[in-house]
């Protein structure tokens, strides 16, 4: 974990051990049974675990504390998201995951009254989720101007036709943010879109299922829905921020997204590193002779925990740069984070199964379920590929310029 006093606040250094103790108590001792289980046979069990986290004031780190969080600035909720990551059921026992904390965020700032009242407020007490629909199997979801999804204006209310499909945690859900193309001749196909909540009890909204990933179906919040909108009706106050606006409010969405995926990642690693060292020490080769006196199992700790250290400056720093300049200004961190930091979580959990044997790819340790379920890390949130192009554009921009 992290050793070096500016990552931290006088804030967090109170709260670090105080989370660091309910995950080591709480959910170290059940996660396994509950992520290769069934999540919905343990909901009670897992909202008893909320009321405890809401008991001790560590519920929903990330929201003001009129809103019954913890106030914490984004660069200090990113340190309490890494300790969180290090369970699969952290974010979630504390109400902050993914894509909760995004819709989150983005109700509090462009939502309506009404819809804060009847659907933000309860969200943010952990009462019901949500989820968002954006990506269409039809579509390269890599360059999302291309959405056949249509919203047409039908007095005071739109009626919504499309396919989605990856609407993470759908299965449960109460409402999504969707979308939807409300401006389909607007020259510019960046103002065509817009994002409109849709409850999930209505009539024309389907979850056709949960989308099997590498094997596993999952389940509730464990899940990513293939869903339908057929002549789905809601009222037109059910959009958030203006028409044709989805773009702007998708990009700002994903700025401080990225913040909490990223130190989610390094919980992860910290966690499978933690979890190499100890099989290390443990598997003996021969008697007295355990894989840790092995040469290129010491080079794989140590290159894991160098790139671990360096993953979380450069968030940290990103986070501080988003915070003191804003998203738009820290664009080619952000990007730099996205791949860099996806790249390190494939390396750390790829060795420390190697480290494991065959023991490391069965389903007794917690590394199968972050090597099936964070592949996706290097895809979600734009593809590394998308990112790098992002940064090297902006690097090579001076060089164009010049003769
Ligand atoms: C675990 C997971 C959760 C998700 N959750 C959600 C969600 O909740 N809501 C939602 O709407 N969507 C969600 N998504 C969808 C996600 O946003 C898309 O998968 C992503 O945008 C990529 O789109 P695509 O899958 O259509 O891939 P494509 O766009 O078809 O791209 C395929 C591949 O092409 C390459 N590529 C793409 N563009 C470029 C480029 N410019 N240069 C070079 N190579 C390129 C990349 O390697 C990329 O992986 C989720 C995805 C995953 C895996």
Redesign the pocket.
Known sequence: MSNSEFLTSSRTEELLPKYRAFLKEHLYPIEKEIIYGSFKAHLPQLNSLRQLAKKEKLFAPHLSESEGGLGLSLFEFAGISEVLGSSPLGHYIFNCQ??DIGNMELMHQFASKELKDQYLKPLQRGEIRS???????E??????KHLSTLAIRDGDNYIINGH???????DGASFTIV?AVTDPQNPNPYQRASMILVPLDNPGYKLIRNIP?MGDVGEDYMS?GEVSFTDCRVPVSNLIGSEGQGFVLAQERLGPGRIHHCMRWIGICERALDLMCKRAVYRELDPGRPLASQQTIQNWIAECSASIKASRLMVMNTAYQIEKFGAKAAKEDISTIKFFVSDVLMKVLDKAIQVHGGLGITDDTLLSFWYR??????????????H??VLARSILKPYMNHE
């Open positions: 993914a894509p989820c968002f629909a954006m990506t269409e199997p579509h390269a979801g890599s360059n999302p989605k499909w990856f609407t993470s945690s759908a979308m990933i990513h379920h964070e592949r996706g890390a290097r895809i979600y949130d734009g593809p590394d590929e998308v790098k192009s």
